[in-house]
């Protein structure tokens, strides 16, 4: 079955950086596109980040760009977020997803606050 588990959030100060991990299993990980999901209290869940199958194409919501990297790794049917300059703003729960099917992960929290 699909497998979709995050790791790496934790607590972090203003100005900080984590790099969350997405290990997949379960589907042939190499011919999806994946994505990176976050929701924040009392808020929609909302895209933040995709990267193309084979890694060459990335795309960010304009919050976050410049500051979050997406990455993947095909052979270790893993993806990454890399993210910098953390802002208060950004504390969620982030998601690692795929599309169809649509599958999710069961999230990791980031909080950013001092």
């Known amino acids: 079955q699909v497998q979709l588990v995050e790791s790496g959030g934790g607590l972090v100060q203003p100005g900080g950086s984590l790099r969350l991990s997405c290990a997949a299993s379960?589907?042939?990980?190499?011919?999806?596109?994946m994505n990176w999901y976050r929701q924040a209290p009392g808020k929609e869940r909302e895209l933040v980040a995709s990267?193309?199958?084979?890694?060459?194409?990335?795309d960010y919501a304009s919050s976050v760009k410049g500051r979050f990297t997406i990455s993947r790794d095909n052979a270790k049917n893993t993806v990454y977020l890399q993210m910098n300059s953390l802002k208060p703003d950004d504390t969620a729960v982030y998601y690692c997803?795929?599309?169809?099917?649509?599958?999710w992960g069961q999230g990791t929290q980031v909080t950013v606050s001092s």
């Open positions: 997803n795929i599309r169809s099917p649509t599958y």
């Open positions: 379960g589907f042939p990980f190499s011919a999806y596109m």
């Open positions: 990267i193309s199958r084979a890694g060459s194409v990335t």
